[in-house]
């Protein structure tokens, strides 16, 4: 199996650090967020897109420190800062995987031979044993309040898009898919 790995540059790491510091807004569309701290500090989230190998195109979470002009987004939403206001803000960084696997039985649709391969992302360590190429790749981000308030974003299905969740209990419910948390439920 060829493996590859397009994770988080040094560069995104330390601008995302910045949202540690409290948050004054939030502007967000469906390819953007801009999230500006009470320091001045303006960082930019975006989905960022490679083709490792001719047949796998991969994204991964972009943050880049930008100057207020660059972040001002086009018909974007203003969200509630809520608790992350307050700073001393966690952020933590999450892997996913994305790999290709033989569609063994899938008919060409043009009529062509050749084997058909199907991609696949998930978490890190999901993919399947038939899995042919698989790449690493920074797929969402969790930034929790000390309250317990907090903000996941993360890939979207459709191509470079974001989604941004707020809802304590799906993010609750991701952390422990990821196994960042143990799980209270006893089912």
Same mark, same amino acid.
């Given at each position: 199996m060829r493996e590859y790995s397009y994770q988080a540059t040094e560069a995104s790491i330390e601008a995302l650090r910045r949202l540690q510091a409290p948050w004054v807004s939030i502007a967000a569309t469906e390819h953007e967020i801009a999230v500006t701290t009470a320091e001045g500090a303006v960082v930019l989230i975006s989905a960022e897109r490679a083709e490792v190998e001719d047949t796998l195109d991969v994204m991964r979470l972009r943050a880049d420190l930008v100057t207020p002009d660059d972040a001002a987004l086009a018909d974007a939403a203003e969200l509630p800062v809520e608790d992350l206001g307050k700073?001393?803000?966690?952020? @933590?960084?999450?892997? &996913?995987? /994305?790999?290709?696997?033989?569609?063994?039985?899938? @008919?060409?649709?043009? &009529?062509? /031979?050749?084997?058909q391969m199907m991609q696949f992302s998930g978490k890190a360590g999901q993919r399947s044993p038939a899995a042919t190429m698989v790449c690493t790749t920074t797929d969402s981000l969790v930034v929790a309040a000390s309250t317990g308030e907090g903000m996941l974003i993360r890939l979207g299905v459709r191509p470079l898009s974001l989604v941004i969740v707020r809802s304590r209990i799906d993010i609750a419910r991701f952390l422990v898919q990821r196994g960042y948390a143990a799980s209270d439920d006893p089912r």
């Open positions: 700073g001393r803000n966690d952020v @933590v960084l999450f892997t &996913g995987e /994305t790999w290709m696997e033989d569609g063994a039985g899938l @008919v060409p649709a043009n &009529g062509s /031979t050749a084997p």
